[in-house]
């Protein structure tokens, strides 16, 4: 008998929900769901005893099931490109990645805190897995506390143990909605990320440079790791680099690839491929040989200090030099960074080094041609086809950014429909709730529902709620454990998101369109985009319009969507309207009804708002 349950027989209603508590922490074991285990540690932990009863084999044993790589990856992967208002318009019961974090931040506290209550310590292993922990949710002072935890306790760390610190702390806070935007190198990022500022500033509050920066950090621990004798492999010198980097020493980065891997970038960028020799001396069981994480990691390097055609030479000649394959992560890097260096800057963004390594915006569907088109082939993601839509919109391009929103719409709809089949799947393995296969993602709508703008604010992620309410009220954990979610359930939240993105991402570009038609058509061409494409477009797209209403400009005047009272009705105003300019043309109204939205996204402040 453990613990816990001895210290329960008392028999008091208080020891008797913890013991409820922890029978649902060891079911949750026995289950192996990492995502159960957690919630109902935490739920458990918020009964100030429990931690005092728990055996340090259970402690052990949760630290070890938690492993984030489970769960965070992909919710890392879809919040890296939410806008930053959108996180706090997602459903109402969907956490965010700062709470999802903070669940784990406190687990490590929790853990750490009984492990000293036993007054035992922990060994490599244990410290190895909280060291994972907060290089996952990019935490660097958790790392560093449990970095000089190890020291106090005269623990070893080994390779693993370093590189963790070294990511925890070059990534912290990485994951912050307005920090992953601003780590590039230029004067004013600098200046905010001074060390001994007072007051930092949202956004810088990750790293800083300078004395005692994160290049000098990196470099002593690193000095302090081959002095131990450990033995140092490519993610390593790759994270050596990325310290080097972020204070825009490109030049300690350079001598670190000529030294360790034999590629001299100057070299690189004077000759051409012709003249390259690419001869590799390391044997692939080599630790430091090449993988795709370093070539993540150098372009991420030469992007944020705005060398964008560096980066592409350099991961092109590793990816050559040692056979290694430019993965999905690698070239979203690398795109994403060319549609930022693109972008062309107004205000006092041109007086802050913004406009440093700027790119012709033609560069974005430069790229994209060579991403899928032979030898990569690669199959573009939503954020792709949003960033290369965005930029066609910029340039006008209206015909091709018509044929990449089609594209789009339909990885959208795939989605669409593998969420849907997902949730009904559950709820007939379930039996609970109503059936959700005519609930989930209903694009049948009734035609009484009233489509103002309040309206919608209130009833487009009706459908959402309504999944997360069965969700959270049919856990097999039941309601006294807190709502703990299985790992099949957190999965399908992660699936809603993943949807919800996706959405607003074809909404934005819907908007844009409809915003972008505003030309006075000087050819045969554009005057019969103006009469049959834009038409064709906006009927095509109806489900992301806008809903309080819009209006675009023809040859002759304008065209009025007004906001209309129900969603069946279609009307179409002229504004302004020259019969002389068009003749045996006429505006009338169109009766036919549209089809109707699952929800609407369309509370952006700015169509232009990156």
């Given at each position: 008998m453990n613990n816990v349950e001895t210290n329960t027989r008392r028999g008091s209603k208080r020891s008797s929900s913890m013991l409820r508590q922890h029978n649902a922490v060891l079911e949750a074991l026995q289950e192996e769901q990492p995502h159960?285990?957690?919630?109902?540690?935490?739920?458990?932990?918020?009964?100030?005893?429990?931690?005092?009863?728990?055996?340090?084999?259970?402690?052990?044993?949760?630290?070890?099931?938690?492993?984030?790589?489970?769960?965070?990856?992909?919710?890392?992967?879809?919040?890296?490109?939410?806008?930053?208002y959108r996180v706090g318009q997602l459903p109402r019961g969907i956490r965010s990645l700062k709470q999802v974090f903070a669940d784990y931040r406190k687990a490590i506290e929790l853990l750490l805190s009984g492990w000293r209550r036993l007054d035992r310590t922990f060994g490599i292993v244990e410290y190895r897995l909280l060291l994972n922990i907060a290089r996952t949710v990019r935490d660097g002072t958790t790392a560093m506390?449990?970095?000089?935890?190890?020291?106090?306790?005269?623990?070893?760390?080994?390779?693993?143990?370093y590189n963790y610190l070294f990511e925890a702390r070059s990534w912290s806070n990485g994951c912050d909605p307005l920090e992953r935007w601003r780590f590039r190198v230029i004067p004013r990022a600098i200046k905010l990320r001074q060390t001994g500022r007072d007051r930092k500033t949202r956004g810088f509050e990750g790293y800083e440079v300078g004395y005692r920066g994160i290049r000098e950090e990196t470099i002593r621990i690193f000095d302090e790791m081959r002095m131990s004798g450990i033995v140092t492999d490519v993610d390593t010198f790759g994270q050596l680099m990325l310290g080097m980097g972020r204070e825009g020493d490109i030049e300690g980065v350079k001598s670190v690839l000529k030294r360790i891997w034999d590629v001299d970038v100057d070299s690189i960028?004077?000759?051409?491929?012709?003249?390259?020799?690419?001869?590799?001396?390391?044997?692939?069981?080599?630790?430091?040989?090449?993988?795709?994480?370093?070539?993540?990691?150098?372009?991420h390097i030469f992007c944020i200090n705005n060398q964008l055609p560096t980066a592409l030479r350099v991961v092109d000649v590793f990816s050559r030099k040692y056979a290694v394959e430019i993965d999905m992560r690698t070239w979203a890097e690398l795109f994403e960074w060319t549609f930022v260096l693109a972008t062309r800057r107004y205000g006092k963004a041109k007086k802050d080094g913004s406009e440093l390594g700027q790119l012709p915006l033609a560069s974005v569907e430069n790229l994209w041609s060579t991403m899928v088109s032979e030898p990569?082939?690669?199959?573009?993601?939503?954020?792709?086809?949003?960033r290369r839509i965005r930029a066609l919109w910029k340039r006008q391009m209206y015909d091709k950014m018509y044929l990449a929103m089609q594209a789009g719409r339909?990885?959208?709809?795939?989605?669409q429909r593998r969420l849907e089949r997902n949730l009904v799947g559950w709820q007939r393995r379930n039996q609970e709730g109503p059936d959700l296969s005519r609930t989930i993602l209903d694009h049948k709508a009734d035609e009484s529902t009233d489509s103002n703008t309040a309206s919608n604010a209130a009833t487009k992620r009706e459908n959402i709620l309504e999944v997360l309410k069965i969700l959270k009220q049919t856990t097999n954990l039941g309601s006294e454990a807190g709502g703990v979610m299985t790992h099949e359930q957190a999965s399908?939240?992660?699936?809603?998101?993943?949807?919800?993105?996706?959405?607003?991402m074809v909404s934005r570009w819907a908007r844009l369109l409809m915003a972008g038609i505003r030309w006075v058509p000087s050819n045969e061409r554009d005057l019969n985009w103006e009469r049959i494409g834009a038409p064709d477009a906006i009927r095509e797209f109806w489900d992301y319009r806008p809903t309080p209403g819009f209006r675009y400009g023809i040859a002759t005047g304008k065209i009025q969507f007004p906001p209309s009272s129900r969603e069946s009705e279609f009307v179409l105003t002229v504004v302004r309207h020259?019969?002389?300019?068009?003749?045996?043309?006429?505006?009338?109204?169109?009766?036919?009804?549209?089809?109707?939205?699952?929800?609407?996204?369309?509370?952006?402040?700015?169509?232009?708002d990156e």
């Amino acid at each position: 008998m453990n613990n816990v349950e001895t210290n329960t027989r008392r028999g008091s209603k208080r020891s008797s929900s913890m013991l409820r508590q922890h029978n649902a922490v060891l079911e949750a074991l026995q289950e192996e769901q990492p995502h159960s285990i957690l919630r109902a540690f935490l739920e458990a932990s918020e009964n100030p005893d429990y931690l005092q009863m728990l055996p340090g084999t259970t402690l052990v044993g949760i630290l070890r099931a938690i492993d984030p790589g489970h769960s965070l990856d992909h919710y890392k992967d879809v919040f890296h490109d939410f806008q930053t208002y959108r996180v706090g318009q997602l459903p109402r019961g969907i956490r965010s990645l700062k709470q999802v974090f903070a669940d784990y931040r406190k687990a490590i506290e929790l853990l750490l805190s009984g492990w000293r209550r036993l007054d035992r310590t922990f060994g490599i292993v244990e410290y190895r897995l909280l060291l994972n922990i907060a290089r996952t949710v990019r935490d660097g002072t958790t790392a560093m506390a449990i970095f000089d935890n190890m020291r106090a306790d005269q623990v070893q760390p080994d390779t693993l143990c370093y590189n963790y610190l070294f990511e925890a702390r070059s990534w912290s806070n990485g994951c912050d909605p307005l920090e992953r935007w601003r780590f590039r190198v230029i004067p004013r990022a600098i200046k905010l990320r001074q060390t001994g500022r007072d007051r930092k500033t949202r956004g810088f509050e990750g790293y800083e440079v300078g004395y005692r920066g994160i290049r000098e950090e990196t470099i002593r621990i690193f000095d302090e790791m081959r002095m131990s004798g450990i033995v140092t492999d490519v993610d390593t010198f790759g994270q050596l680099m990325l310290g080097m980097g972020r204070e825009g020493d490109i030049e300690g980065v350079k001598s670190v690839l000529k030294r360790i891997w034999d590629v001299d970038v100057d070299s690189i960028l004077r000759e051409d491929d012709s003249s390259l020799l690419f001869e590799n001396d390391l044997s692939p069981s080599s630790p430091l040989y090449p993988n795709q994480n370093l070539l993540f990691t150098i372009a991420h390097i030469f992007c944020i200090n705005n060398q964008l055609p560096t980066a592409l030479r350099v991961v092109d000649v590793f990816s050559r030099k040692y056979a290694v394959e430019i993965d999905m992560r690698t070239w979203a890097e690398l795109f994403e960074w060319t549609f930022v260096l693109a972008t062309r800057r107004y205000g006092k963004a041109k007086k802050d080094g913004s406009e440093l390594g700027q790119l012709p915006l033609a560069s974005v569907e430069n790229l994209w041609s060579t991403m899928v088109s032979e030898p990569y082939n690669i199959n573009p993601t939503m954020p792709m086809y949003n960033r290369r839509i965005r930029a066609l919109w910029k340039r006008q391009m209206y015909d091709k950014m018509y044929l990449a929103m089609q594209a789009g719409r339909e990885l959208h709809k795939f989605q669409q429909r593998r969420l849907e089949r997902n949730l009904v799947g559950w709820q007939r393995r379930n039996q609970e709730g109503p059936d959700l296969s005519r609930t989930i993602l209903d694009h049948k709508a009734d035609e009484s529902t009233d489509s103002n703008t309040a309206s919608n604010a209130a009833t487009k992620r009706e459908n959402i709620l309504e999944v997360l309410k069965i969700l959270k009220q049919t856990t097999n954990l039941g309601s006294e454990a807190g709502g703990v979610m299985t790992h099949e359930q957190a999965s399908l939240e992660r699936e809603i998101i993943h949807e919800f993105r996706d959405f607003t991402m074809v909404s934005r570009w819907a908007r844009l369109l409809m915003a972008g038609i505003r030309w006075v058509p000087s050819n045969e061409r554009d005057l019969n985009w103006e009469r049959i494409g834009a038409p064709d477009a906006i009927r095509e797209f109806w489900d992301y319009r806008p809903t309080p209403g819009f209006r675009y400009g023809i040859a002759t005047g304008k065209i009025q969507f007004p906001p209309s009272s129900r969603e069946s009705e279609f009307v179409l105003t002229v504004v302004r309207h020259d019969p002389s300019q068009m003749p045996g043309v006429d505006i009338v109204q169109d009766t036919r009804p549209p089809p109707t939205a699952l929800y609407n996204a369309w509370n952006d402040p700015d169509p232009l708002d990156e």
